[in-house]
């Protein structure tokens, strides 16, 4: 079964940290780009971060600077370290798979495969 489970989700106040953390199983994790996105009610999906089968990242500007995404290929793991959180960062967080894919991308279309979510709530 394909799928990817997030973890580590929970409240902080701002300038806090928190790691997230995604469990994929099911596909060829090592081969496949790596994503998180965020979203609010209301709005659109939000592209956070992505990184390459080779470990290389981006990132959104938003959270450049503050938001490191880490992968580890001999735990099929996907991590994202935020630090110095803002009330802004508040959102349902998604970890998503090009599941067998090598292509990385911002939008939302180029994920087959996605996690229920894990929720951060940072309070001023």
């Known amino acids: 079964q394909v799928q990817v489970v997030e973890s580590g989700g929970g409240s902080v106040q701002a300038g806090g940290s928190l790691r997230l953390s995604c469990a994929a199983s099911g596909f060829a994790y090592s081969r496949s780009c790596m994503g998180w996105f965020r979203q609010t009610p209301g709005q659109e999906r939000e592209w956070v971060a992505y990184?390459?089968?080779?470990?290389?990242?981006d990132y959104a500007d938003s959270v450049k600077g503050r938001f490191t995404i880490s992968r580890d290929n001999t735990k099929n793991t996907l991590y994202l370290q935020m630090n110095s959180l803002k009330p802004e960062d508040t959102a349902m967080y998604y970890c998503?798979?090009?599941?067998?894919?090598?292509?990385?991308?911002?939008?939302?279309?180029?994920?087959?495969?996605w996690g229920q979510g894990t929720q951060v709530t940072v309070s001023s």
């Open positions: 990184i390459t089968s080779d470990g290389s990242p």
């Open positions: 998503a798979a090009n599941a067998g894919g090598f292509y990385c991308a911002s939008n939302t279309h180029y994920y087959n495969t």
